[in-house]
């Protein structure tokens, strides 16, 4: 691995870290950084993708007792033994099937700027109206949630599909929708990313064999325990904020990041 491979990987691992699980979306990151960076085609998709699993593991670190209770036999009770991995189930489903048929098409024509700053800026609307139109808040915490939440947070996962969208704010923006509160729609955003991401990048990975070498594990490695390291930190930053922001400012980034992405496509100094 040279100095520039080196270099890129840390850049990248360190952008997925901080995007995966906050609402701005970290593949509409990732895209206009691998350009920036020179680093694009299929094999960069899949570091891109497989990097994604360092920020999971972070996520299962911090949520290890969460995920011990989910491993309980019982029937437990919302995000807890049988009932918990139920609902990860009718959350996963909806974004997985739709992921399997449309998803080659997805990476072909839409992981391009533009389609990332036309995400970043309608999902920024979209977190704007979620605000706007947050019922009571009835569910404080994961075992009050039910299969019906689940449902929606599932539903509003497959918009995470176009690339800016962000599966954290479609998720949270779902869950937030059927009063749950911010922060409990953010760790069941979390929880739920695990499965899916998962899923994903291991799929990804195996479909991608025959592009990648023993010399490119090197580049994958950093980029993973880069993400990893990023990612601990980010998650356990974004829940502090949580507990006195809204996801206002959030939006108006992603408003803010859109117009400047689009401006720069328009000047030339990004391909669109």
Not at 22 to 42: C, D, K, N, Y
Not at 67 to 81: A, F, H, I, Q, Y
Not at 146 to 158: E, K, W
Not at 186 to 197: D, G, Q, R, T, V
Request: glycine share 12%; aromatic share 8%; proline share 4%.
């Amino acid at each position: 691995m040279d100095l520039r491979d080196f270099v890129t990987a840390v850049v990248l691992g360190i952008v997925e870290g901080l995007t995966e699980f906050i609402p701005v979306s970290s593949t509409g990151h990732l895209i206009v950084a691998g350009q920036l960076l020179g680093f694009e085609g299929e094999k960069a998709a899949t570091f891109q993708i497989f990097i994604q699993l360092g920020a999971i593991l972070a996520v299962a670190i911090l949520y290890r007792e969460r995920l011990r209770r989910l491993l309980d036999v019982g029937p437990g009770e919302g995000v807890s033994g049988r009932s918990g991995w139920a609902l990860l189930a009718i959350t996963s489903l909806p974004a997985l099937v739709l992921g399997a048929l449309l998803g080659g098409a997805i990476t072909d024509r839409f992981f391009n700027p533009t389609v990332v700053a036309v995400g970043w800026g309608l999902g920024g609307v979209g977190l704007l109206l979620v605000e706007r139109l947050l019922p009571r808040t009835t569910k404080t915490d994961l075992e009050a949630l039910r299969a019906p939440d689940a449902l929606a947070v599932g539903l509003a996962q497959c918009l995470a599909l176009w690339p800016g969208v962000s599966r954290a704010a479609a998720t949270m923006g779902g869950a937030m929708l059927r009063g749950v509160d911010r922060r409990v729609a953010a760790e069941y955003s979390f929880l739920a990313a695990m499965p899916i991401l998962a899923a994903a990048s291991l799929f990804d990975l195996y479909d991608s064999r025959d592009l990648l070498s023993g010399a490119d594990v090197p580049m994958f490695a950093v980029g993973f325990v880069v993400s990893f390291l990023t990612a601990l930190v980010a998650v356990r930053f974004f829940l502090r904020l949580l507990g006195t922001l809204t996801l206002r400012p959030f939006a108006w980034y992603r408003i803010g990041a859109a117009a400047i992405l689009l401006a720069a496509i328009a000047a030339g100094w990004i391909d669109g």
